[in-house]
């Protein structure tokens, strides 16, 4: 009889990874550490997403930050094949979610903000911040500045703004604990005005809502920067930069093909975000209500069309607003020749056999009611000032004549009382230039 023996070597249980985490940054760690290790890390229940970040698909870095909520595990890894440890225990990071009420400002009008975490009862404070664009970074980002009365947090998770006339970004976060423990920064979200700034504005060309998907746009900038950068959010969350998606050359971003989309456009320098527009993209065999990209004045004239992309229009056309028949006649055009408020709404066109999708048409009063305080303020302030200015200005000028003529009369001479009536001359003119 033969015997043969198996040598079983004791193999040790595999080791387990560890994940902590300290704000937005991710450790794993292999006890017992020894060298060699690579680590992994997964997010989402079943870990079956690999963490990607900059394009690789795992990290030989013990150390990832994270810009997205959710589950996250790690494991480390060594050896040819690959030898992995057990995944560790999950970790959550919360991302809260920023909502902005309403999109469009209207004059007078506050914008709400509101911050959603999951399991609001637990004893959160919220964090608002408005989102300043940093320029500085190739992929778009901005840093963030605390808004008033914000700096110990609030408990409610909303936050009213008021007076608010420009487009502006926003981002919350949440916190609690002693120590503080802070939840990621929501993703910025926006308000939008349509009201063109010399201080930064956006214009489109061709200036349209309706644009073919074969279209080619451009998108450009003016105003007080010398750089900028153009902003898109697809409707309903998704923002992102002229980089990703055209060319940027100089002031202006240079669109090949507009995707089918329905966006909000707009400018951002350093400091300064412009008048945002909506662009909508359409399939070029659809028919298209050709209408302007920015609002329209109130008392100016408009003029609406109708187009395909490549054939004339044979029959009749007839425009709607707010889905009532408003023109049928044979001309591609509709023209208001003095738009009113009632004018604001949806408009359409059909012809053909087709419909166009609708766009809003946007009206801007001219004697806007001036809802907020602050500008008020402000002007009285200065106003208080510039009279105690001016009454200091004339009281030093009434010193200074007196005590010319003082000067003048005692030396008596011809030349120095011209000298005085020039000087004069010049208070003068500087009193009226003041
Ligand atoms: C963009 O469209 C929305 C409705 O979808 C409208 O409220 C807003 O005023 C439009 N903005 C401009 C600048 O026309
Ligand atoms: C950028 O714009 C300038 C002026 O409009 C033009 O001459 C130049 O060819 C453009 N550059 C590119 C790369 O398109």
Not at 182 to 191: A, C
Not at 195 to 204: E, R, T
Not at 383 to 389: A, D, T, W, Y
Request: charged content about 15%.
């Amino acid at each position: 009889e033969s015997v043969s023996f198996i040598v079983l070597k004791s193999i040790p249980d595999p080791p387990k990874a560890q994940i902590s985490r300290n704000g937005g940054t991710l450790t794993c760690s292999v006890n017992p550490s020894s060298s060699g290790w690579s680590y992994y890390f997964y997010r989402g229940e079943k870990n079956q997403e690999v963490l990607t970040v900059q394009n690789t698909d795992f990290h030989s870095n013990r150390e990832i930050r994270v810009s997205q909520g959710g589950v996250y595990r790690c494991r480390g890894g060594r050896g040819e094949p690959v030898y992995h440890t057990e995944f560790s225990d999950p970790v959550t990071i919360v991302e809260p979610v920023l909502r902005v009420s309403p999109w469009w400002l209207s004059p007078g009008a506050s914008v709400t903000l509101s911050c959603e975490v999951e399991h609001v009862s637990a004893g959160w404070s919220f964090y608002w911040y408005k989102a300043v664009p940093d320029l500085s970074h190739k992929s778009g980002s901005y840093s963030y500045e605390l808004l008033p009365a914000s700096s110990n947090g609030t408990a409610d998770n909303s936050y009213i703004i008021h007076g608010q006339t420009h487009t502006a970004g926003y981002v919350c976060r949440a916190g609690r604990g002693e120590p503080h423990f802070y939840t990621l920064y929501s993703q910025p979200h926006f308000v939008w005005s349509g009201d063109l700034h010399p201080s930064a504005s956006l214009s489109v060309s061709p200036d349209r809502v309706q644009h073919f998907t074969s279209d080619s746009v451009s998108l450009s900038c003016e105003g007080n920067s010398a750089e900028w950068r153009v902003s898109r959010f697809l409707l309903p969350d998704f923002l992102s930069f002229c980089s990703d998606w055209g060319t940027m050359n100089g002031s202006t971003c240079h669109v090949q093909k507009i995707q089918s989309s329905n966006a909000v456009y707009w400018c951002e320098s350093g400091s300064a975000f412009s008048n945002a527009v909506n662009i909508t993209g359409h399939y070029d065999d659809e028919l298209l209500l050709l209408s302007p990209v920015h609002p329209v004045t109130e008392g100016h004239s408009v003029t609406l069309g109708c187009k395909l992309r490549t054939e004339n229009l044979l029959s009749k056309v007839f425009f709607y607003q707010n889905d009532t028949i408003i023109q049928s006649e044979s001309r591609v055009e509709m023209i208001i020749p003095a738009v009113s408020k009632s004018h604001e709404g949806f408009y359409k066109c059909q012809s053909s056999g087709k419909e166009s999708p609708q766009s809003w048409l946007a009206v801007t009063s001219t004697s806007r009611p001036d809802s907020s305080s602050f500008p008020v303020l402000v002007v009285a302030l200065t106003s208080v000032v510039l009279v105690i200015f001016l009454f200091m200005m004339w009281f030093l000028y009434k010193r200074s004549r007196d005590s010319d003529i003082i000067s003048s009369s005692q030396d008596n001479n011809q030349s120095s009382a011209a000298d005085h009536r020039e000087a004069q001359h010049r208070n003068d003119s500087m009193l009226l230039h003041g």
